[in-house]
């Protein structure tokens, strides 16, 4: 298996723009999760979904910020407008997950945004 | 928060001594993980201890938990430069919400 894959790697963007971050889950796995780390607050979880459905957004920072998981294979984040503050690594994380306890997570290579 | 907290931030130490980072924690948990991330890349799960266990070993690392004082530490024995990184832990809640609570992290650094 690919592992976890993100796209882009890396992503450079003016303020107001939309950004779309792509991520493809572990065949199988049927949670995901999109965290968003940075040197100033560490890793935070955003949102994560069990079989396609969201089932906590409430670390979505503000409503500029979306989630869809449209199938098992694919989901995306977007962020629009973005802003300078959006700044920062995103990964991606698959598991399986079958009520608790919980188990590993398997993380992707990251989206590094910035927004200028 | 049920975030855990690791201490210390970050420590340096030579190749060949050995490093242990501590983690607490606040809720009851099924288990407790620990992952590692180099930098610029993404985490990477390294070893699980259940509640039920109090040390669980793995190569050249080992873990303790004590569920009393909810805290846990990651040791590793004769460090290498290559393990430099950061180690995050991360609990399972008993209630609640099926993801992992990730702590702040610790900074290693092993220099040559």
């Keep these: 298996d690919a592992g976890v894959i993100q796209s882009p790697r890396h992503e450079v963007t003016e303020m107001g723009q939309e950004v779309t971050l792509r991520c493809k889950p572990i065949s199988g796995h049927n949670s995901l999760f999109w965290y968003r780390q940075t040197m100033m607050r560490g890793l935070e979880l955003l949102i994560y979904f069990n079989n396609n459905v969201p089932i906590d957004d409430s670390g979505m920072p503000e409503d500029r910020f979306s989630a869809k998981m449209p199938n098992a294979s694919f989901s995306t984040l977007k962020i629009q407008p973005s802003e300078p503050r959006d700044s920062a690594v995103y990964f991606c994380a698959s598991t399986l997950t079958q009520g608790k306890p919980l188990y590993e997570q398997y993380f992707g290579p990251g989206t590094r945004l910035t927004v200028t | ?112």
């Design chain 2, 1 to 112: 928060s049920q975030q855990g907290e690791e201490d210390p931030q970050a420590l340096s130490i030579q190749e060949g001594e050995n490093a242990t980072m501590n983690c607490s924690y606040k809720t009851s948990i099924n288990n407790l993980q620990w992952y590692r991330q180099n930098s610029g890349r993404g985490l990477v799960h390294l070893i699980l201890i259940r509640s039920n266990e109090r040390e669980k070993h793995s190569g050249r690392l080992r873990v303790t938990l004590d569920t009393s004082k909810k805290s846990s530490s990651l040791l590793i024995t004769a460090s290498r430069a290559a393990d430099t990184a950061s180690y995050f832990c991360a609990t399972d809640p008993r209630e609640g919400a099926n993801n992992l609570f990730f702590g702040t992290g610790t900074r290693l650094t092993v220099i040559p």
